[in-house]
């Protein structure tokens, strides 16, 4: 039932193993697929398996993994992310290449740590799944707490203690938050309506998946001109389109114009025009203790004088940005944030 | 408490779905029970917190038009987040049309009570405090409506907030009434926002009392008709403990009422005494700013009828010592940094202007003098606020 984690090696061996196996049972009926009725009906369904998004821990069909150029910091949990799109129609580009999902898709994002992150196949504890439903009147989060083998439904949230060793062979421990509903809808709502944050086609663009998602027949073909977004690790990469790609998948869900920070004027969108909005000699407005003493959210060439940075590396409710789903620093966005500060004219 | 539920069900909604009650108790895992119950709660439900302690862990929200979450009293029931993980504030509002009433909210990290885009919210009969007393690791603003229409804030007690205690933000059409606000950095503060009736209120104990502020590159700026009424506005002697960077840090200790870069406020038959610094300061916005679309400077603004006590012994901003020794050894209880359009006193008390040309100068540039203002028709009062029918009627 658990969507394992899948290392690439593994899943083109885990596809050879499955074609084999299609062969030799193919007399026998397909198994059922995903349950198009209950993704796109009006229930809170109690169990994940009762949408067979996984059979035996793999991907159901038209159920498809993809990646994020530049991921959402979770307290460093790992996150496998799946696409689905029912049979018979797919998700098309909007023009600022959103992508629009038809009714009855769904986004699914299981939350996972390694035992030892240095043996990334080793044991691993799958905490929770989030799903996101495209029903008719709009999308509808839901997450579901794993216990034994399925994950059960917990919109009010939780609390869990979890511990791991980290790359650096560190003993680390999180009071990992799993976010109640409505603090789904906190970072995914635009403009009051519910959206996803991570899939749109210029942090989805990393040269061949958006070809494997058309060809997947998910999603229609990208229209051109579409800029990607810079991965926010990729050395290669200039700096500030690197943090901005950063901010923009961490900050701008709350921090834009349609946004639960709207009130704040700090707008962090890879495409916002105004310095001012992105922070450069902003004042803060209702930051309270989070502004430290500081007096802009940044301060060019100064990151230990900029508000911006200071919330980022504090792990203290009230200062912490983002407010949900970060507990812990996230050491090298913040590396990258300071970085990006220091070389500000 | 089910009926005036159920006529209210009856009244708005087409489909006949009877209003419900929904009752949490405080105890074992009450943050799960809670925030479940106000994301259960249908429209025209009402969520009671029972008597005792709730001991939360993180941040609540409600996301439900036409809900509302009562308790047994703001000393019965308690929403503690002393222990509070995560969230940026205490309870946090995204839905309209929601009565929060009876209840306290305690020790929250961040702000204490949120509403966004929450139009037509009550807020009454509560209690935002921190219960360690003025402390700059307080959250800012206890109880916090901002980019709404229709606020009423009505009997609410606030204290302890390192920035403000009733904070109104960049919104229209607010009634802060009959509230108590201590201890606070600033006690009550309207902000960028438009129509605003704050009347009948308790400010002291604060570092200044009621504020009326503008500030650039916001989503709305412009603030503007804004009556300061009929409020107990004194002894507010509190040390600033503002973390510098904030506007409010700016206040002077000893603030009665602040008006900054708002356009239409009047100021009338309030008492104020005991404030350290002045009763009544009147300025513009004092730093550089990069938008178009600001007006730093106060413009009809009225202050008239007040009733006055002792001020100024205790001049708290750079240069007030000197400026008061210059006066005869206080300074008079209102100031004016000299700046700004139709700007009118008519209280029975000297007032001071600076005799600035522009409100960045800095206070070495000030000639101070007392102040004359023109005879004759005063710029119009705004209107008296009118909240939409029905909304007081929810806490009769």
């Known amino acids: 039932m658990r969507p394992l984690r899948t290392p690439p090696v593994r899943r083109l061996a885990a596809s050879?193993?499955?074609?084999a196996a299609l062969l030799l049972a193919s007399a026998a009926p397909p198994a059922p697929g995903?349950?198009?009725?209950?993704?796109?009906?009006?229930?809170?369904?109690?169990?994940?398996?009762?949408?067979?998004?996984?059979?035996?821990?793999?991907?159901?069909?038209?159920?498809?993994?993809?990646?994020?150029?530049?991921?959402?910091?979770?307290?460093?949990?790992?996150?496998?992310?799946?696409?689905?799109v029912p049979a018979g129609s797919r998700a098309r580009y909007g023009a600022d290449g959103a992508i629009d999902f038809p009714v009855g898709s769904a986004l699914i994002k299981s939350f996972s740590y390694p035992a030892d992150a240095r043996q990334p196949d080793g044991p691993r504890r799958t905490v929770e799944t989030r799903v996101l439903l495209r029903r008719a009147s709009g999308w509808v989060a839901l997450p579901y707490l794993w216990s034994g083998d399925d994950a059960v439904l917990r919109r009010g949230g939780a609390r869990l203690e979890i511990g791991w060793t980290d790359k650096a062979g560190r003993a680390r421990t999180v009071s990992y938050g799993v976010p109640n509903a409505n603090q789904c809808k906190e970072c995914h709502q635009s403009a009051g309506a519910l959206v996803p944050i991570g899939p749109k086609a210029r942090n989805l663009d990393d040269g061949h998946q958006l070809g494997a998602l058309a060809a997947a027949g998910l999603v229609d073909r990208a229209p051109p001109g579409l800029a990607a977004m810079p991965r926010a690790d990729d050395p290669a990469a200039p700096l500030a389109a690197r943090a901005r790609a950063y901010l923009d998948i961490n900050c701008a869900h709350c921090h834009s114009?349609?946004?639960?920070?709207s009130n704040s004027g700090l707008y962090l969108g890879f495409d916002e025009p105004d310095p001012v909005a992105r922070g450069r000699l902003k004042r803060p407005v209702a930051a309270g203790r989070g502004s430290a003493g500081l007096a802009f959210d940044i301060q060019p060439g100064a990151p230990d004088q900029s508000i911006l940075l200071h919330r980022m590396a504090s792990t203290e409710p009230g200062i912490a940005m983002p407010e949900l789903g970060r507990t812990l620093t996230h050491d090298e966005g913040v590396a990258l944030i300071r970085a990006y500060i220091a070389q500000m004219k | 408490m089910a009926a005036p539920a159920a006529i209210l069900s009856c009244a708005f909604l087409s489909a006949p779905v009877a209003a419900r009650v929904i009752a949490v108790a405080p105890g074992p895992d009450a943050q799960a029970r809670l925030q479940e119950a106000l994301i259960d709660a249908r429209p025209g439900d009402t969520v009671t917190l029972g008597a005792g302690r709730f001991e939360l862990?993180?941040?609540?929200?409600?996301?439900?038009?036409?809900?509302?979450?009562r308790g047994a009293g703001p000393d019965r029931t308690v929403l503690s987040f002393k222990g509070q993980q995560g969230a940026g504030e205490g309870l946090l509002v995204t839905s309209d049309d929601v009565v929060l009433r009876d209840f306290a909210v305690e020790d929250t990290r961040g702000d204490g009570i949120k509403s966004k885009g929450a139009d037509r919210i009550v807020y009454h009969n509560l209690r935002v405090e921190w219960t360690g007393g003025p402390k700059a690791t307080n959250g800012a603003y206890g109880v916090y409506p901002v980019s709404s229409s229709d606020i009423l804030v009505d009997k609410v007690v606030v204290r302890g907030a390192s920035d403000a205690g009733i904070y109104v933000g960049q919104s229209r059409n607010i009634v802060v009434r009959g509230s108590i606000a201590e201890y606070n950095v600033a006690g009550i503060e309207i902000e960028n926002s438009y129509n605003a009736d704050v009347h009948g209120n308790v400010a002291r104990h604060n570092t200044g009392g009621i504020l009326v502020f503008d500030l650039p590159n916001l989503p709305q700026t412009g603030g503007h008709s804004v009556r300061v009424f009929a409020n107990q506005i004194t002894d507010n002697d509190t040390p600033n403990f503002a973390p510098a960077g904030n506007i409010v840090a700016s206040v002077p200790t000893g603030t009665g009422v602040m008006v900054m870069a708002n356009a239409r406020v009047h100021v009338f038959g309030n008492t104020l005494a005991g404030n350290g610094t002045t009763n009544v300061l009147l300025v513009g916005y004092r730093e550089a700013f990069d938008d178009k679309a600001y007006n730093p400077l106060i413009r009809e603004v009225v202050v008239r009828d007040n009733v006055h006590g002792r001020a100024g012994y205790a001049p708290a901003f750079p240069g007030g010592a000197e400026l008061a020794a210059a006066m005869g050894g206080t300074l008079p209880p209102i100031v004016w940094d000299g700046t700004g359009e139709r700007v009118v006193a008519r209280d029975k008390v000297t007032a001071l202007t600076l005799a600035l040309s522009d409100p960045r100068q800095p206070l070495t540039a000030a000639r101070p003098a007392p102040a004359r203002f023109p005879d004759g028709a005063l710029p119009g009062e705004p209107a008296p606020v009118v909240l939409p029918a029905g909304m007081a009627e929810r806490i009769r």
Not at chain 1, 257 to 261: E, I, P, S
Request: net charge negative; charged share 30%; proline share 4%.
């Open chain 1, 16 to 19: 050879v193993l499955a074609a």
């Open chain 2, 57 to 69: 862990t993180d941040g609540l929200s409600l996301d439900v038009d036409r809900v509302e979450l």
């Open chain 1, 34 to 84: 995903v349950d198009d009725a209950l993704i796109a009906g009006d229930t809170l369904p109690q169990r994940l398996s009762e949408f067979r998004f996984f059979i035996d821990g793999r991907p159901n069909r038209r159920v498809v993994r993809y990646q994020l150029n530049t991921p959402l910091f979770s307290d460093y949990a790992d996150k496998d992310r799946f696409i689905y």
């Open chain 1, 257 to 261: 114009r349609a946004g639960m920070a």
